[in-house]
């Protein structure tokens, strides 16, 4: 954490920080701060939405996955992105009961070597608090507003960060690259869901009542009126089994429901739940058969 000169902030930061704690055994550069780091680079959210400065962003970005195809790095970039924005959002609607506000005009993105890491709050008073789940209401109080039910918070956190955040930057991105808004919004609710279930899988007792009724709000209804429409972030995976042919043992994984499109980098890179298949063959055969149409059009003329 960085220092914070005013001792409301400090204690803030510090309840945050602990809110993200259980995350960190897997993803040690989580982190949310109130005042900018220092000797590190620092970006306004708001300025990522520029054509220009997006296409500069993501020609940077390209050198960690070896493809400067701008449909690949947009895809993973945003992704990234989301590495640094939804878990300190997620873990303090879930285990502090803070609905932070996590839209664009109020982020500035930490990115060590132009990779995004973490998130600065312009302005902490921007927060809602519900308190059954706060344990800290004395210090939270200071800087937010308190909400009735925990709807009103999950509504709060889902709108300003799915239209404040992600919503401009899809557009952004599509506008660019051409990848279609499905395509980046199943990355985006990917990561979404994979915070909430590695928060499971380093601590199998935090799936309290708050974790079910936030992973239902976020991805268990197929519209949300906070978003005005259909829920982008509706059943980001679904349950798929494998069958060892030898054995005949089976085994249950997740696989997305939208693929990420890194199988076109290299099948060394495909995900692991990826909805191609288990089988590094499929993949195979899937960029086998993708050459061969492109090799046919370019035929026709």
Not at 237 to 256: L, S
Request: with cysteine; glycine share 6%; charged share 20%.
């Amino acid at each position: 954490m960085n220092n914070v000169e005013n001792p409301a902030q400090a204690a803030l930061q510090r309840i945050l920080h602990e809110a993200t704690a259980p995350l960190r055994k897997r993803y040690s550069e989580i982190a949310v701060h109130l005042t900018p780091p220092v000797d590190t680079e620092v970006v306004s959210g708001t300025s990522l939405t520029d054509a220009d400065t997006l296409r500069a962003t993501l020609a940077r970005f390209s050198s960690s996955l070896g493809t400067t195809d701008e449909r690949i790095v947009g895809v993973h970039w945003l992704g990234q992105l989301g590495y640094a924005v939804l878990p300190p959002v997620e873990m303090a609607l879930t285990r502090a009961g803070i609905g932070l506000d996590a839209s664009l005009d109020n982020l500035l993105i930490v990115q060590p070597n132009g990779s995004p890491a973490q998130i600065v709050l312009r302005d902490p008073t921007r927060m809602l608090v519900y308190a059954p789940r706060c344990t800290d209401l004395p210090v939270v109080g200071q800087f937010a507003q308190p909400v009735a039910s925990v709807e009103a918070l999950q509504e709060y956190v889902l709108e300003r960060m799915w239209n404040g955040t992600f919503t401009p930057l899809i557009d952004a991105l599509h506008a660019l690259t051409g990848v279609s808004r499905k395509v980046l919004w199943g990355q985006i609710a990917y990561e979404a869901e994979l915070f909430y279930t590695t928060l499971l899988r380093v601590d199998p007792e935090e799936r309290t009542s708050a974790w079910e009724e936030d992973w239902a709000a976020t991805f268990g209804r197929e519209h949300v009126p906070a978003l005005g429409g259909p829920n982008p972030l509706y059943r980001p995976t679904r349950e798929a089994v494998w069958t060892d042919p030898e054995t005949g043992e089976t085994e249950d994984y997740d696989v997305r429901t939208v693929c990420c499109l890194i199988y076109k980098v290299s099948v060394d890179r495909m995900c692991g739940a990826c909805p191609l298949g288990l089988k590094e063959e499929q993949v195979v055969d899937k960029l086998g058969s993708v050459d061969a149409r492109r090799a046919e059009r370019a035929a026709l003329g």
